[in-house]
DNA sequence: ACAATTTGTATTGCGCACAATATAGTTGTG
DNA sequence: CACAACTATATTGTGCGCAATACAAATTGT
């Protein structure tokens, strides 16, 4: 016999969590014609982020911002490092630390991606007042999260 | 000579997208410890849901509810059918269908999970009118970006 | 000085996501 | 009935995401 409380529950759950879930996967959906343009997937599209606001980082803090781990940077860099969009080297004072840097064409990509952002936003129809209240909440979710 | 309106749209979005991109992977990371006491993942838990609500479904309809192709889903469910949570069985009126329906295991498992939501709702500590405010422009956008 | 521990990255393995393609089954039309 | 168009699922290949493990380099404690 089936809880109706639990039934209830297990609905809640999904119109809760699984919205997010299904968002950012629709988000990278918005992005990947945009991405495809520039040969970037989204998670590669957020490094080179991270490494435009700071030309060089070690992998660590390039997981750091992003919240990634070794297991998954590692083979995305590589990829990166192929398509001549960033450098990989060790560094001199420590062994262990990987540097990752732009090549010139990791840093004039920069240009072609500055019109992805207000593509994707106006694809969104979302007011000022609303993104603000969605980032402030979502950020006060992840903040509770981590505390766990 | 990197252009100041760019730099500031490159990271509006990495304020926007990135968010929701991380929250949904902490959401999941949150799932994990207590999907692991009852051997599932994040996504083999949300077919089960949709299943819960209605035991037998071809695999384009579980797709439909949880917005995934065939290549997601047969994998994941032959995985389910494993583990003796669910059936698969071609339909008699239709060979080309599909249909998967639980097993008493799976079934049952459904008691075991109601105690998952309420458990992670409290962890994300968010009033009920946050959550509902969350709820209804997630949704929004949701609607938007599949008008693109 | 040197053993124990810590740190930073790499590797392996598994499970999604998703695009592209394949295949079997069904339906509509002449 | 033939057969083209369509539908539902399966397969393959690529790229994450993350746990577990490995390993080398650096640091710490004694």
């Not at 919205?19 to 945009?34: G, K, S």
């Not at 998670?43 to 070690?58: C, G, H, I, R």
């Not at 781990?69 to 192929?82: A, H, I, M, N, V």
């Not at 840097?101 to 240009?111: A, C, K």
Request: with cysteine; aromatic share 4%.
């Amino acid at each position: 016999m089936i809880n109706v409380e639990n039934n209830k529950q297990l609905q809640l759950d999904n119109q809760l969590c699984f919205p997010i879930y299904a968002l950012a996967r629709d988000i990278i959906a918005a992005y990947r014609p945009l991405l495809e343009a520039i040969d970037l997937t989204y998670p590669q599209y957020l490094a080179l982020l991270v490494l435009w606001e700071k030309q060089e980082q070690s992998v660590s803090q390039l997981g750091e911002h992003l919240d990634l781990d070794s297991g998954t940077l590692t083979p995305l860099l590589k990829r990166l490092e192929q398509k001549g969009l960033v450098n990989r080297k060790r560094s001199l004072a420590d062994e262990r630390i990987v540097l990752i840097s732009l090549t010139e064409s990791g840093s004039l990509l920069r240009t072609k991606a500055a019109n992805i952002p207000p593509t994707l936003l106006k694809s969104l129809s979302v007011s000022a007042e609303e993104l603000e209240n969605l980032q402030r909440i979502i950020c006060k979710i992840r903040k509770n999260i981590h505390k766990i």
